[in-house]
Structures are given as C-alpha cells and as structure tokens.
C-alpha cells in the first residue's frame, strides 16, 4: 500500500450502497469538502438529510457500471457480495480507485483514520489489521496536535511562500525555513509576527 495525498474535489466520487456504512463515508469525504454521488435502493434517512443540505447527490437505484464509468474513486458498501465484488473487478480493470471495504483485497484502496487541523492532516492505517487501533492511535494524537496546529501550520504555508518567492539563496532559504519550526512560534503567536516581520525587513517584496 502506497500512501499518498490526492486531489478530488473536481472529480466524481462513487458510494455504492446506501447504509449507516455509506453514510460514514460520506460524512468523512464531506470533512474534506467533498461531495460524493450515493447509488443504492435505499438509501439512510441520514444521507438523505445531507443531500438536501447540497452534501451528497443521491441516486435511488440499483447500481450499475453506467453509474460508475465516469467517477475516479469508487466505494463499495454494499451488503451483496456479488454486486460489490463484480463492479469491484469491472472498476479495477478501468484502473481505477477502488476501496472495498469488507474484503480489501478486492479492491486497491484504503481508508485511514485521520486527525486534521487546517492543512496539516495525519493520517493512520493499519493495512486492514485493526481498524480500531488506527483509531485509537488518530485519537492519541490529537492531544498532541491539538487545535493550536491549524493556525500555526497556515503560519508556516504564508511563510514559505514568502520565502519560496523572495529568498533566492539556498542556504539562507534554508536557514528560514528550519527557524520556522522551533517550538516557540508554535506556542507564541506574537513569535510569528516577529518572523514574519523580520523576514519583509530582510527580504522585501519587490
Ligand atoms: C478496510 C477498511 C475499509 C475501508 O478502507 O474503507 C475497513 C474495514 C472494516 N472496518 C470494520 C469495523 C470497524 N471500522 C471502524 C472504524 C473505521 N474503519 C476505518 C477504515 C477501514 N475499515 C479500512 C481499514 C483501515 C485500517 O486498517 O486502518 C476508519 C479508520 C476510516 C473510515 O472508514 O473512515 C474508521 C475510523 C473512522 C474514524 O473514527 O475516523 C471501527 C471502529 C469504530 O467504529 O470505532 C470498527 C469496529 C471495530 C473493529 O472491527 O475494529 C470491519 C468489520 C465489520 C464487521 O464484520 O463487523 C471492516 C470489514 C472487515 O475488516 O471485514
Ligand atoms: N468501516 C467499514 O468499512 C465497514 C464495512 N462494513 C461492510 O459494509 C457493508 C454495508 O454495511 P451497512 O451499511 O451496515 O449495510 P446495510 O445492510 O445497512 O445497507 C446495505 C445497502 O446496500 C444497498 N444495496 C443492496 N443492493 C444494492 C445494489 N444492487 N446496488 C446498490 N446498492 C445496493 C442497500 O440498498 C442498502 O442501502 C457490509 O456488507 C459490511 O460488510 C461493515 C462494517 C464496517
């Protein structure tokens, strides 16, 4: 398993099955802005719910792969093993994206447990072992990577950007960049100001 970080929000992604399962992984893709297309008969008043807030574009139906020739990720949460297994095989050899989530060797894709402040994402997986540990593991976490992470992470973009732009030696770049992630400018916001201003002050924007 190859981790990786993929942008989605242009392209269509496919929840066959319209169950408390499905409606857990709409509820996650929507944590990352994300609108997912749900196919499946019946479908949980839950997820009904959010598609009237504009979250999920429901399609009340049996699947079939017309509904899923155009997506790029596809789930499978369906409770027949046939369909799940059949459009897991057909969307495989469209190479596609495919996470099937109660045999994950049918399919080429997995969903981890992931802590997210602003930018910064940390994301855990246990290849299918324990679901429950990822779990475990994402919420230890977050008591480390606490709320202070969303501010100082957008901190940390803004001025590597400036620098990126600005700075054109490399060791001074360099220099910058290392600076940035000693832990005061993680406890001290007024810290971040100081670098920030003393940064224009060497390198000005033309
Ligand atoms: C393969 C995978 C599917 C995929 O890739 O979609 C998969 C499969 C299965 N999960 C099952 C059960 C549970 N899943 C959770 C929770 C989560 N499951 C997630 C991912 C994955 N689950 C992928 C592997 C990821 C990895 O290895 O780390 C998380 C991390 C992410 C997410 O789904 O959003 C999310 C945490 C969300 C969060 O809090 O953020 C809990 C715990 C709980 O609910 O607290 C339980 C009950 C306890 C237990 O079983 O451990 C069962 C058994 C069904 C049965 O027979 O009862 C199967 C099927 C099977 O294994 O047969
Ligand atoms: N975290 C995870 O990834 C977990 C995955 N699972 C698996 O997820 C599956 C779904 O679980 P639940 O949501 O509880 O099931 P459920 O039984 O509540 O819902 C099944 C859904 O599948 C739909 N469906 C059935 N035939 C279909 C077809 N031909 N086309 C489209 N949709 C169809 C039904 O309309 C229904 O919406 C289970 O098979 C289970 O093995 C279970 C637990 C955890």
Redesign the pocket.
Known sequence: MFPIMVDAADQKIAIVGGGPIAL??VE?LNRFGIVPDVIAPDIHPAIWALAERGLAVVHQKPVEWADLADAFII?LVTDNPDVNRTMAERARAQQKIV?H????DLGN??????LKRGRLLIS?????????L??HI?NRLEEEFDERYEEYVDFLFEARQYIKKHVQERPERRHWLKKAVEARYLDYPDEREHYMADLYSRYPAL
Do not use: C, D, L, Y
Request: charged share 10%.
């Open positions: 857990h992984k996650n789930m996470v989530a109660e045999q994950t894709a997995q969903i981890p447990a992931v855990v997986s246990t290849s299918g072992a324990s679901p429950s990822s779990t994402r």
